[in-house]
């Protein structure tokens, strides 16, 4: 996952709205969004480490993970940071944020978005800090939470304007946001270690390249009266949609 808006008390009918990007290599195999009989939860699977990018179970627990971008990386072998999410959605403990603690140094850089629908939490293992999500809309992509790189800035006024201008929340207008292919001008650019060229490539909220884009786009909706609805379309390499689906929980 690359990158993530999340909306919160910001709808009358809607007091969560996320929307979500996964961005990989298109050689990456990839099971698309499912109900896994072990674990018990509903994800798209990452066939080459077995992981997630983003989840959630039937008693309204979510997680997704974004990959922090901090080059060079360490040579040593780590874990696939997929496990998180899976771990996220079946852990028991209280205070999930000190397992992650513990066991953060095992992988690359992350950011793991956790918790209920109702109180979502973002951890970021680089900094080592933990920050419920407050009221308003929050953007996590591969640094900070709520950085000011120009997709989550963009990402974010976009989003709040599909939500303030439209009494009835379109599904749709939140797919067309998640689409966008507007790169950042290059003296906006974020430095992390990428090549101008990969910079420049990434600084979209909606990839497209033959090797390299935005696989699966997923909406995710609470009403106030507790009902969630999943919408997930996934992506060729050209960046047309060839699967569309919809779940509810």
Known sequence: MCILFIAIEQHPKYPLIICANRDEFHQRATQAMHVWQHPKILA???????????GLTSKGKFSALTNFRK???????????GDLVLQALTSTEKNFSNELAQQASEYHGFNLIYGSL?????????????HQLSKGVHSICNGALDDIWPKM?????????AIHLQENLSIDALFDLMSNEKQALPHLLPETGLTDEWEQLLSAIFIVSPTYGTRTTSIITQDIEGNVEIYDRS???????????????
């Open 44 to 54: 798209g699977r990452d066939l080459q480490a077995g992981g997630t990018w983003l």
């Open 71 to 81: 080059l060079p990386l360490s040579e040593e072998t780590k874990k696939s940071r």
């Open 118 to 130: 109702n109180q979502l939490y973002c951890y970021d293992s680089v900094n080592n800090q933990c």
């Open 153 to 161: 800035a963009g990402g974010e006024k976009l989003l709040s304007d």
């Open 235 to 249: 992506y060729a390499p050209s960046g047309q949609c060839v699967a569309k689906q919809q779940f509810q929980l």
